[in-house]
C-alpha cells in the first residue's frame, strides 16, 4: 500500500531560470522530501486512533503498532529492497528518482485496511469500512501544501543564493 508522489515541477523550474541544473534539482529534491514528510505524518496521526476504540474506527486504533512501524518514505534517488524469505539476496522493489518521493506500508494487511477488504470467512466475508490512511493524508496535505512548500523552497534558495 502506497502513495507516490509527484508534481508538476514546470512552474518551479520556470522559477528557477538562472540557477544550475545540480541546484535545480536539489531544490526540486528539497520540495519531494517535505512533501513525503508531510504526507507521513498525516498517515502516521490516521493510524494513530484510540486503543479502545472499536476495530473499525477511523483514526485506526492503535493494537500493537505494527502499521504505525511498518510505514515507510523512500526519498528522491531512494529505493526500497525486499525479497522472499530464504533468498540469499534482496531484490529492489521500489526504487524513485530525483523530484519523486513516496510514502507505503509494508505491513501485510495495509491494504485490507486502507481498502476495507476482508478474507473469505473473516466476519463473515465481503468488505468492512475502508479507513484510507494513505489517500487521505495525502489528499490533504498535497491539497494546498505542496504549493506551498514550492513556494517557500523556491524563496529560501533565491536569498541563499543571492538570486533577486
Known sequence: MSVHIEFDARAA???????SA????EIIDEIAV????????????RLSGDRQASAWDYPVPVRMGHLRRALYM??????KLGGQEG??????RYAVGHGESYVGDSAAYAGVIHEGRIRRGALGGGRGMARPFLTDAGREFLGGGIQRIAGMKLTEARVRYGFN
Open 34 to 45: 517535505e512533501a513525503a514528510q508531510g504526507v507521513y505524518k498525516g498517515a502516521f496521526e
Open 87 to 92: 533468498e540469499r539476496e534482496f531484490k529492489t
Open 74 to 79: 523512500l526519498m528522491p534517488g531512494g529505493k
Open 22 to 25: 545540480d541546484l535545480a534539482t
Open 13 to 19: 523550474l520556470r522559477a528557477l531560470e538562472g540557477f
